[in-house]
């Protein structure tokens, strides 16, 4: 897939820097738009330079390095100040440099919105994930959302640098919903899951196979999570 046309385009601060005593500054307003005082500074100093130099014969070095510089920058500028509207791009690095750039999302309390839109989730994922939190799940982590959702890694890879997760008691103690497929009826009621509900999931089980996910339990049951929490 080709890049995002927001890449090929060359803002017009670059252009500004062809002039030997705005160039600097073109390079320092870049700086103050993405936060980076280390640009500020740079530009700064491309603007005394010219100053000082502008009649001997290192000028047009200086004209030369300050062009070369604001091109050098104009990609992590483009990626700095990537519009939030448009989705992220399938280019490992660029989504990475992005991603870094913006506050990370609390997976939990996000909306449907910020998991397709901002994360570059499939909607799929998206509404398996809102259905298990109105159910009251809460995520600790992305493997367990690999688990629990069967959502790919390389997916879950792409998205480590955006997420963080709300804390919970559970990442302490070793919860892990695979223990349903070995468990029996009895140990299912045992853990406070209704009869009828855990003759379910054991029947299913049995007729089909071990369950590869939380969510593989909901699709092959019908049963809502809500009635077997327990496991995770």
């Known amino acids: 897939m080709s890049q995002p046309s927001w890449f090929d385009q060359t803002p017009k601060w670059v ?4 002039f030997p005593a705005l160039g600097g500054g073109a390079i320092a307003y870049a700086g103050a738009k993405t936060g980076s005082n280390i640009w500020i500074g740079i530009g700064a100093g491309f603007v ?26 104009k990609r992590e500028y483009l990626t700095k100040t990537y519009p939030k509207h ?21 997976f939990n309390s996000c909306s449907k919105n910020d ?24 995520f600790t982590s992305l493997e367990e959302l690999h688990d629990i959702l069967e959502i790919p890694n390389a997916t879950l890879k792409k998205i480590e640098s955006m997420v963080i997760f709300s804390y919970d008691y559970r990442q302490e103690i ?3 919903w695979k223990r349903v ?25 049995q007729l089909r196979g071990e369950f590869k ?14 009635s077997y929490r327990q496991l995770t």
């Open 115 to 138: 998991l397709v839109n901002v994360l570059g989730l499939p909607i799929v994922y998206a509404n398996d994930i809102d259905s298990l939190r109105a159910e009251g799940h809460i």
């Open 86 to 106: 448009l989705p992220l791009p399938e280019d490992p690095s660029l989504f990475a440099a992005i991603a870094s750039s913006r506050p990370k999302i609390e």
């Open 15 to 18: 252009w500004w820097s062809f």
């Open 48 to 73: 005394a330079i010219a100053i000082i130099f502008s009649s001997s014969s290192f000028a047009t070095l200086i004209w030369m390095a300050q062009v070369a510089t604001a091109f050098a920058l």
């Open 213 to 226: 996910s939380i969510m593989d339990i909901k699709k092959r049951t019908g049963i809502p999570f809500s």
């Open 174 to 176: 070793g919860y892990s």
């Open 181 to 205: 497929n070995s468990m029996t009826v009895d140990d299912l009621i045992a853990m406070g899951m209704e009869p009828q509900i855990a003759t379910a999931i054991a029947t299913e089980r």
